[in-house]
């Protein structure tokens, strides 16, 4: 079945470090993939998105491309910042967008911490 | 405007009772789904609504676990003759249309069964 595989963490860096996340995905079909983030005490908010191969999704200083050849969808940041600290979900939608299923397939998440 | 709202955010029962979750979703998103995570997991898809109707239960563990949504903006779950096991967060999240690639999440209600 479709599934996400991304690095475990903690992942802890200084402020200002360059940041990667790293998502890998199985799935039939073309599907959508997304990041979410989980800042501390709050919901899970759609950080960033992409719907086809080679799309570049991007927010907030963030983005990750489309990889079809790689399956992967990694996660980057130039810079990090304090505030960049949460919880960084993997996710996938099968069957692209507007497809027959509209469930999330999540992965275990990436804790990031960044320190002064 | 309001997001997604749950109640309640904690809820500690024993193990063989009966609970509701309950779910408000933003106003005028027709499609509303149920996940749960547990400790150190991403979250699991439960059941997804579009309108009143359950459009896929694929996630539902086992017949203990129920969810409904009469009249296609509020839903709760509801989970029979707990277990251990059923401790989690349960989630809910809703979205504009079927197919629509956002999905808006609620805070989650924290489920302990001692």
Not at chain 1, 8 to 16: F, I, N, R
Not at chain 1, 44 to 50: E, S, V
Not at chain 1, 66 to 87: I, M, N, P, W
Not at chain 2, 31 to 50: D, K, M, N, T, V
Request: glycine letters at 12%.
């Amino acid at each position: 079945g479709d599934s996400v595989t991304q690095m475990e963490g903690p992942v802890t860096l200084s402020e200002e470090a360059f940041l990667t996340i790293n998502c890998t995905y199985t799935a039939t079909g073309y599907p959508s993939l997304f990041w979410y983030v989980q800042y501390p005490g709050e919901g899970l908010q759609l950080l960033l998105k992409a719907t086809k191969a080679d799309d570049k999704g991007s927010n907030k200083g963030f983005e990750a491309t489309y990889r079809k050849e790689t399956t992967s969808f990694h996660l980057e940041k130039g810079s990090v910042q304090v505030s960049d600290s949460a919880v960084y979900f993997c996710a996938l939608k099968a069957g692209g967008e507007g497809g027959a299923t509209n469930k999330l397939i999540f992965g275990t998440g990436t804790l990031l911490a960044v320190q002064p | 405007g309001a997001g997604v709202s749950q109640t309640p955010s904690n809820k500690v029962t024993e193990k063989g009772k009966y609970v509701e979750l309950r779910c408000d979703p933003i106003s005028g998103h027709t499609a509303l789904y149920w996940y749960r995570q547990s400790l150190g997991q991403g979250p699991e898809f439960l059941i997804y609504f579009q309108g009143t109707g359950a459009a896929d239960d694929s996630g539902l563990p086992n017949d203990r676990f129920f969810a409904v949504r009469p009249e296609g903006s509020v839903s709760t779950l509801k989970i029979q003759r707990t277990e251990r096991g059923d401790s989690a967060v349960y989630l809910c999240a809703s979205s504009l249309t079927f197919g629509s690639a956002e999905q808006f999440f609620g805070p989650g209600t924290r489920l302990t069964v001692l």
